[in-house]
């Protein structure tokens, strides 16, 4: 059996129907069985709707693009400021169920959260991660052949208005931001504020899903056609 080694690819800004492309071209080409990755990247301002996806939650687009996407889930909203990592794991090598990871992802995002102490937690009926203020994590994932893709996105510092055209992940419900909710930030620049919280989430998927090792790189695969 291979080590359960994990590539952490820092991708920075990428429209969502190219990213969306890569990682279908992925599994198409079988990549999490060679190794498991994570994606981490930002997009411009875009919805996607889940595969049951419902129209009457399409509110008011204000002329932003909704991309249909093949993940489960209803609709959410990406935009700049926003966490977006893509989990492209062979469940198998990891001895993961979809329960257990979306349960483990769930368990990253609320341990980082709580590393700096903001008070988060899981809705066994509904996906995804909450505050007393409101949810600032949607998770929808796709399963092939026991191998995932799509992953989270976490609402870390954004223009928070085009949740409000949207019932996001198919409800009326707040949205806040980690921002929002603490005070560990103050003082730094966006970008700096933005990876602190990003490496601190990847070090606990690291511990959640005990991998081995951990290798970064801002290259795409090399099966990419991406420049």
């Not at 008070?119 to 929808?140: C, E, H, M, R, W």
């Not at 690291?206 to 990419?224: E, L, R």
């Amino acid at each position: 059996m291979k080590d359960n080694n994990l590539i952490i690819r820092d991708l920075g800004v990428i429209d969502y129907t190219t990213s969306f492309k890569m990682m279908k071209d992925a599994i198409q080409q079988r990549y999490p069985l060679e190794q498991h990755e994570l994606w981490v990247v930002t997009h411009p301002s875009v919805y996607s709707q889940g595969q049951a996806g419902k129209a009457e939650h399409l509110l008011n687009l204000s002329g932003i693009k909704c991309v249909q996407s093949d993940r489960g889930g209803q609709v959410t909203y990406h935009g700049p400021g926003q966490v977006v990592c893509y989990f492209l794991f062979d469940l198998t090598r990891l001895g993961l169920t979809v329960k257990t990871l979306v349960d483990g992802t769930t368990d990253s995002v609320i341990n980082t959260c709580n590393s700096y102490d903001i008070n988060a937690f899981d809705d066994p009926k509904n996906p995804g991660v909450y505050t007393d203020q409101g949810k600032i994590a949607s998770l929808g994932f796709r399963i092939r052949k026991h191998m995932s893709y799509h992953g989270v996105a976490i609402n870390f510092d954004m223009d928070l208005r085009p949740f409000s055209g949207i019932n996001p992940c198919g409800l009326k419900q707040s949205i806040s931001q980690i921002t929002h909710l603490t005070s560990a930030f103050s003082g730094m620049n966006k970008t700096q504020a933005r990876q602190q919280f990003t490496q601190a989430f990847i070090e606990s998927v690291t511990k959640t899903f005990k991998f081995d090792n951990v290798a970064h790189s801002k290259c795409w695969p090399t099966f990419s056609t991406a420049n």
